[in-house]
């Protein structure tokens, strides 16, 4: 059974900062690309950060400015975003995703419909 969990989430204030952790089982996980995605209450859900399966390649929104770093550990069977700078506007449920297809970069790789599997999401409240 494919199993992602997304853990790491909370409150925290502005400008604070958070290590999301998202744990995969039931498939070879070094196999798969990964990205991380949020969707706040009324909009659409967002992609933010995008990793190849060997970790070499990274992709990012292009209004990003650096606040999200993704990251993996395949022996570990783990993908990480970290979290620094945090304001309210950050503030969602945050999913991470599992993709079997090819490496196609941005923007494809932000997309959620290159994404096959998805965890159940951690909540992230930023106040200010």
């Known amino acids: 059974q494919i199993e992602l969990v997304e853990s790491g989430g909370g409150s925290v204030q502005a400008g604070g900062s958070l290590r999301l952790s998202c744990r995969a089982s039931?498939?070879?996980?070094?196999?798969?690309?990964m990205g991380w995605f949020r969707q706040a209450p009324g909009k659409d859900r967002e992609g933010i950060a995008a990793?190849?399966?060997?970790?070499?390649?990274?992709w990012y929104p292009d209004s990003w400015q650096g606040q999200f770093t993704i990251s993996r550990d395949n022996a570990k069977n783990t993908l990480y975003l970290q979290l620094n700078n945090l304001t309210p506007e950050d503030s969602s449920t945050y999913y991470c995703?599992?993709?079997?297809?090819?490496?196609?970069?941005?923007?494809?790789?932000?997309?959620?419909?290159?994404?096959?599997?998805w965890g159940q999401g951690t909540q992230v409240t930023v106040s200010s």
């Open positions: 039931g498939f070879v996980f070094s196999s798969a690309n």
């Open positions: 990793i190849s399966r060997g970790g070499g390649e990274k």
């Open positions: 995703a599992a993709s079997k297809g090819p490496w196609l970069g941005s923007p494809v790789a932000l997309m959620t419909t290159t994404y096959d599997y």
